[in-house]
T-cell receptor, first 112, second 108 residues
Framework: DAGVIQSPRHEVTEMGQEVTLRCKPI?????LFWYRQTMMRGLELLIY????????DSGMPEDRFSAKMPNASFSTLKIQPSEPRDSAVYFC??????????FGSGTRLTVV | GIQVEQSPPDLILQEGANSTLRCNFS?????LQWFHQNPWGQLINLFY???GTKQNGRLSATTVATERYSLLYISSSQTTDSGVYFC??????????FGAGTRLFVKA
């Protein structure tokens, strides 16, 4: 198995632009999680899905953030419009039930 | 909400030394995981260990759920063990809370 695949690995964008991060979970995993990691706040859960359905998005910081999971093999996290304070590493993770996460390699987002 | 505290916050070891990392949590948990974030930023699942003891090579972990702590043992440390070790607990509703991590540097 190729593991959890995230793209792009790095993204540099200008303030105000739309940013879309992508994630392909491990086949057969029924939970998908989006995390954000910063030096100040550590790892924060933004949203998670169960069988493609968003279950808890209370960690999404603002309405500028949205996430979708149109099918079992693909999810996106979108920021529109982006701001410099959104700069962070965004991780996607998947799991079977809650029996251990597997994380993707992350997307390092820089908003200038 | 539940509090997760890891100690020590920073640790420097000479290659070959052993170490113990600790994770305390303030309430009952349904599961607990240990992760290693390497210097390249990759987060690697080490153990899923809601209770008991597990071993994987030079690493082992013990969780005593009734006393609300978990320990991660690293034996014969290597430079490749450097990075940040996170403890993460899940209390229900599938919200996992991460500790602040222990930053480990192993000197050659």
């Amino acid at each position: 198995d190729a593991g959890v695949i995230q793209s792009p690995r790095h993204e540099v964008t200008e303030m105000g632009q739309e940013v879309t991060l992508r994630c392909k979970p491990i086949s057969g995993h029924d939970y998908l999680f989006w995390y954000r990691q910063t030096m100040m706040r550590g790892l924060e859960l933004l949203i998670y899905f169960n069988n493609n359905v968003p279950i808890d998005d209370s960690g999404m910081p603002e309405d500028r953030f949205s996430a979708k999971m149109p099918n079992a093999s693909f999810s996106t996290l979108k920021i529109q419009p982006s701001e410099p304070r959104d700069s962070a590493v965004y991780f996607c993770a998947s799991s079977v039930q809650h029996y251990g996460y597997t994380f993707g390699s992350g997307t390092r987002l820089t908003v200038v | 909400g539940i509090q997760v505290e890891q100690s020590p916050p920073d640790l420097i070891l000479q290659e070959g030394a052993n170490s113990t990392l600790r994770c305390n949590f303030s309430d009952s948990v349904n599961n607990l995981q240990w992760f290693h974030q390497n210097p390249w930023g990759q987060l690697i699942n080490l153990f899923y260990i809601p209770s008991g003891t597990k071993q994987n090579g030079r690493l082992s972990a013990t969780t005593v759920a009734t006393e609300r702590y978990s320990l991660l043992y690293i034996s014969s440390s290597q430079t490749t063990d450097s990075g940040v070790y996170f403890c993460a607990v899940y209390t229900g509703g599938f919200k996992t809370i991460f500790g602040a991590g222990t930053r480990l540097f192993v000197k050659a």
